[in-house]
């Protein structure tokens, strides 16, 4: 596997951006991904009970697992729109695909922004014109620009695997730094690939990795209205992936765990005010899901996450964290280790540690691991630490 | 129902405090309350499975239903102390009732602080000669004082009811200001009263409105190892409580519930970094479980407590918290107002009221009604912004 320039692109896709003004600012706030022909489609969504209209109108026309366009903006998220939001989301699929010559279903709608600022559907259909001319193979960068709200940099990634004429290529862009705790995807993460495949096989393996990825990574605890991933297929290469037995198949899925793994880390990195990655694995848990609660409340402790802003490798938080998660945990038998430094043993600390204690809560990355000793079940969840920085994005900005 | 000043005290109970040297600073770190006859005895405590050595010696204690004495320190937890912990806590209760003349299971310890430090038992002991000389009627403020960590101010409470010769008082003591949000019980809370009633009914009594004022607020999500609250009724008054359908037993439960609500308010108000206290009612839920699960979900969202901080009216944060929540919401059914101001309306904004809300979001108390449309439970629950002093607070302060 190995990393090639975003820009080269994936045969047979384009990426465009504009700015239609929905920011009122000069940064760019409309993208579009264009397949040359009709790709195999599927998606992943939020399970916030309070979804955003494009959302539910993404799934409907992901029904019959085919797409040629994706059409994201930023600056307004069409959540808590009501009847009028759903009927702006409509307008636009229908614009584009006429631009394109489509059906209206055809196109895949996603929003990231404000909540329940009423949307514009004229000026984004008023950009269309420009838009649909300016999509070329190298326009990801400028796609990932377009879709960045309280984001500091484009997060794209770019994999091919294989050697020609079987070689694949993979390409993922994600945004999202605030409202980060996805608990079926995440923020709007769009991949975009040469592979052929049918429909119902790729919604498999982004779903089953889209609960390992996605859905282990956590900023601030809060979920999202807009939580999408997309992935579209362009089946352009000479062999179908059917099944991940096959080299091929094992080669496609390889691709597509590392290219959303490599987003979901963009999004923890870029965490809002974030300044330390912080990875934690629970180990020999009873079940995986006593170690996914103790990882999930761990990550989302403010008084860990706070500690970890401070440098300071504060294990009793995490203990009292682990405690209150409602995994079956017996404090007795926790072992706690710190960039693989022990700082607690069998529930107990070990202070001739400290020194090299301190030292490693330094660093800019640091992994947590948390052993229970009491199954063979395991876990892996990033976070990030929980800093001023944080607190004066979220008092000024309004999501 | 009349407060009273706490230094006039409840007949029967003394209170006292030193510095012993646990904190090393000269602020007091030891108190006790000692009751001149046996009281009945109840308590709630922490359903962390991390729990402190002083929380599983004053559940045993209380088995009997009976106490008169209770020891509690700041500055150490004894949390995650291992076999010798739990030693250390049995010494200290073993010295005290020596002093006192008493059984080691009529005294109740409790401990607060820095989690994984070895307890100082004998800093204690050492102490407790001139502790138990110093008790007197007015000394609960110097026992709030002693059971303080990043509290800024004592929190005392102290209700009469009833004329004499029937009337009961009651006087409750508290600590907290972190890591709060209490599963059970919270913090470190004292009641005491001369009351006269039978230890089942007192603990019933004391569990049902911990349920509905310490079990509803949070500050940061974080639930504690230590989390206490113990009553001790002195048995004086002439008639004793036998229930609560007569006047006298209406009279008590209602003293209880004021004194818990008062505290819990006390702790929110305290809140680390809090310049807002925010109350959030969640009503006409399909069941409690539901209103509970919004109200707490509300309640601990960094984005929802960070735009209090920055005084934003976000109902778009709370319509995001709420739908991820677990309860069962209809988006197009839920109505927000801001202290009685209408903010959204079956699931759309009311812009009209913008003018209005950005005002009442500048209160330093602000009640959020979030009405689901969807049956008849409700649900009331405390919390506080989220702000810079907060992470400044637990960046730099080791709990």
């Known amino acids: 596997m190995q990393p090639f320039p975003p820009d080269a692109g994936v045969p047979g896709f384009r990426f465009g951006a504009v700015t239609c003004g929905i920011k009122n600012t000069v940064k760019k706030d409309l993208g579009i991904i264009v397949s040359d022909r009709p790709c195999s489609a599927a998606g992943v969504f939020t399970r916030n009970r309070v979804k955003a209209a494009p959302v539910h109108i993404c799934r409907r026309h992901l029904a019959g697992g085919t797409a040629r366009a994706v059409i994201a903006n930023s600056g307004n998220a069409n959540a808590c729109t009501g009847a009028a939001g759903a009927d702006a989301a409509r307008r636009v699929c229908r614009a584009l695909a006429g631009h394109l010559g489509l059906p209206p279903r055809m196109v895949l709608p996603c929003s990231t922004g404000v909540i329940g600022v009423p949307f514009p559907a004229d000026t984004v259909i008023r950009a269309l014109p420009d838009l649909v001319h300016c999509p070329a193979p190298g326009g990801a960068a400028a796609f990932a620009e377009a879709i960045m709200t309280t984001d500091t940099r484009p997060k794209i990634t770019?994999?091919?695997?294989?050697?020609?004429?079987?070689?694949?290529?993979?390409?993922?862009?994600?945004?999202?730094?605030?409202?980060?705790?996805?608990?079926?995807?995440?923020?709007?993460?769009f991949i975009v690939t040469d592979a052929a495949i049918e429909p119902p096989l790729l919604k498999t393996l982004l779903q089953a990795h889209a609960a390992e990825t996605f859905n282990r990574i956590s900023v601030d605890g809060d979920m999202s209205t807009n939580d999408t991933v997309l992935i579209l297929a362009g089946n352009r290469s000479r062999t179908a992936v059917t099944g991940t037995t096959s080299r091929l198949g094992r080669m496609f899925d390889r691709l597509l765990f590392a290219t959303m793994d490599a987003l979901a880390r963009m999004i923890v990195l870029d965490g809002e005010g974030a300044t330390k990655l912080i990875t934690i694995r629970v180990v020999r848990a009873p079940t995986e899901g006593d170690a996914l609660k103790a990882a999930r409340r761990i990550a989302n402790s403010c008084l860990v996450k706070t500690a970890f802003f401070g440098e300071d490798f504060n294990w009793g938080r995490i203990m009292g964290a682990l405690g209150s998660s409602g995994a079956r945990v017996d404090q007795d038998r926790v072992c706690l280790s710190y960039n693989g430094i022990p700082a607690v043993r069998r529930g107990v600390a070990l202070p001739d540690n400290i020194p090299q204690l301190k030292a490693t809560v330094k660093k800019k990355e640091i992994e947590l691991e948390v052993d229970l000793q009491a199954g063979r079940a395991q876990c892996r969840y990033l976070t990030c630490d929980l800093s001023y920085e944080y607190v004066k994005i979220n008092a000024d900005y309004t999501t």
Chains 1, 2 share one sequence.
């Not at 770019?158 to 923020?187: E, N, Q, Y």
């Open 158 to 189: 770019a994999l091919r695997a294989g050697a020609d004429p079987g070689a694949l290529s993979m390409l993922g862009i994600a945004k999202g730094s605030g409202m980060i705790m996805p608990d079926m995807a995440t923020m709007l993460a």
